[in-house]
């Protein structure tokens, strides 16, 4: 699974064509535990990371570029501090990750981790870094007491952190009470090498001379190395800027082997610098690790406290020597599936029950929970998709914020009020917010909720200069003349605490326009690599045809029951983009791309359409011959024959490994049916069902033997029944008596060097032997021992069968078989010698 995940409503298909927009309930607020309250913040779209300065500024990265303020106040700033959208990749989910602000205020230094553009596209790929692939980048900015930082006070401090497939990318930035800036980076989702391959199969965080997949640990001025750090010794250099020669260690690594450790916090109360790691997992396991200075937490050798096996009920033996087992993981079996925020509670905020307890949220099922004491308990529930954890000043003390996707993008709060009324939360929609005048719509409060659980009160505002409403019921009729008007709720329990105002826009006289895609068509499938227009246009019935600067484009890759952010939002008529391939090969089965096209007139009103964009799947078979073999794809072993799915235009990755049957012989790949040698290889999936069937031979040299050959007859005694083989009347010769035996070795040998190589034989009755098919040694009688030669002229790399048969009627037998080149010696592997 991937690094991000969000839960994905499931649009009827018949509805989706017809363009119907179907109100649903309204949305609710989370669950929280008695004496907290929870409440929103600010409206942020796609909010990746917080962080505090130490006047109370709260700073806010959006994914999309743009670093928010919201001044100690409490005011959200319209004009971003700092914008770099025009500078970054934002497709799949890279973008603005994370931010931090350095603990010395007198510096009004800032970090922010950020995927930097380095071409004129933003590639995603199966592997490697093509020229132009966009990096990982951690800089440090100044931000001004103006709440503006000047692009130009950028130091880079981190650069070239590969991201392939452009997800696993974590990001998260945090600056520990040792001083040093601490930075998480994941594998890339693909590996930056393009070998090793994709999901479960990406090496990357092995390699030590790279920093992807690591929490790496810098000087938070330039940069370099902390002192002090695991890895900086012999065989160590610098990362810094990119990655270092291969077998080299990255000297800015304080811990490696992570997938995707996308977010990770200090513990403000501990007397050093203690923090725990939340590594998004696989398909199994999340996890929580226990960062330690020069850990191997095992991916992709592990995933959580297993081997990576893919199994949650096997574990796949004891835990290597030198890596890492997670002081914490969990499973999937209870909707959760993707670990993302993590946050100390700080001495003396909350309860006692909370001390010294670490908070972790879950992007899947939109929980808060708690470990402490090795324990893990649920804080509360319906948090939406959050993404990071922080605490921050609130009221006196200290308060949990956190940001979540839900709802377009929300910063959000969590407080401790104890026995304190709790001031209640006001959420408002209306059914039809657009529509000819005089239109008459239904207000709706009832996602509104008191925390102590007293009888609402609903004030209302109808925003057209008619006068407000005061109702016990959660929802009023209003009717509107023409004009677009803002209707807003508040809420009071029976103590009288009052709720922060929501807003709802209403167009009357005034029809939501009409949008529709037209490419990719419906039914229409793609090919992994090609390149795609996504085409569309949208018509109002008040404002004509609606311009390309109010069409917006989205695209995800839906993967299960859940989805991966993949590009937009972009404005246009038209949007190209290379198609990606699946996450991994599991994926393959059940992972598409959902596109949507969302139109907004010069009034507000909205509609959304969408299309579900199906990759062109393909059967592959992957044969053996002989059958029953074992060959391996994209990492997982499997016996020929195998159908799996694929997707056209899908690179797999195939290997025939060496291997031996039931009798102890080797088997090694000859050649594929498509003509191919190689026993790894990079095999393209094309564009309908296929067979690929690889052909193994033998290796090395077998012997059948017999005894009491019997000339006469049409059968002969063996001394091992169980291996079939009849040399039928024509052979042996004859002439020979009835007290002899004879051993038929037979197999094959690959030639390292092409050569004219020399062939010998020992032997004191009869033999034959052919390279190739070819007879080359021919002593077929009786005589003293003796070496007989014969030379052949072989091709470098190319399997050659050999079959040698020796005959003796002395019972002392010893047959030898050597070879030798006109310019090397020992070229064909395996060198044998048969001694029957």
Known sequence: MNGMR???????????????VVAGPPPATAAVPAGF????????????AIAFTADG??????????????????????????NLSSRLCTNSERGLLGVA???DPTTRAIYLFYTARTGTTCPTSQGGTPAGAPVNRVSRFVLGDDNVVDPASETVLLDGIASPAGNHNAGDVHVGKDGYLYVSTGDGGCDYKGDSGCGGNNDASRDRNVL?????????????????NPFLGTGSASCRLAPAAAGTICRETFAWGLRNPFRFAFDPDASGTVFHVNDVGQNVWEEIDLGASGADYGWPVREGHCAQTGSATSCGGALPAGMTNPIHDYGRSTGCGSITGGAFVPDGVWPAAYEDGYLFSDYNCGKLMMLEGGVRTDVSTGLGAAVHLEFGPWSGSQALYYTTYANGGEIRRLAYTGTANRTPTAALTASPTSGAAPLTTTLDGRGSSDPDGGTLTYLWQFGDGTPDATTTSPTVQHTYAAGTWTATLRVRDPQGATSAAVTTRISSGNTAPTAQITSPAAGATFVVGQSYTLSGSATDAQDGTVPGSRLSWTVVRVHDQHTHPFLGPVTGTSVSFEAPGPE??????NSHLRIALTATDSQGATTTVTRDFLPRTVDVTLATSPAGRTLTVNGQTVTGPTTLTSWAGFDLRLAVPSQQDAQGRTYELDRWSDGSTAASRTWRTPSAATTLTATLGLRGLRAVYYDDVDLTGTTVTRTDPSIAFDWGLAAP?????ADTFSVRWSGSVVPRYSQTYTFATTSDDGVRLWVDGRLVIDRWTNHSRRVDTGTVTLTAGQSVPIVLEYFDNLRNAVAELRWSSTSQTSEIVPTTRLRP
């Open 101 to 103: 602000t350095d603990p």
């Open 584 to 589: 991994d090969l599991a994926a393959a089965a």
């Open 733 to 737: 010769v004859s002439g020979i008596g």
């Open 6 to 20: 969000s839960l994905v409503a499931v649009v009827t298909g018949a509805l989706v064509a017809a363009g119907l």
């Open 37 to 48: 309250t929870e409440s929103l913040v600010a409206s942020v779209p796609n909010p990746s």
């Open 57 to 82: 500024r709260m700073l806010v990265t959006q994914q999309s570029g743009s670093l928010r303020v919201r001044t100690a106040a409490g005011t959200l700033l319209a004009t971003p501090a700092l």
């Open 212 to 228: 992807n997949g690591k929490i790496l640990r810098v000087d938070r001025t330039t940069g370099a190395p902390a002192p002090g």
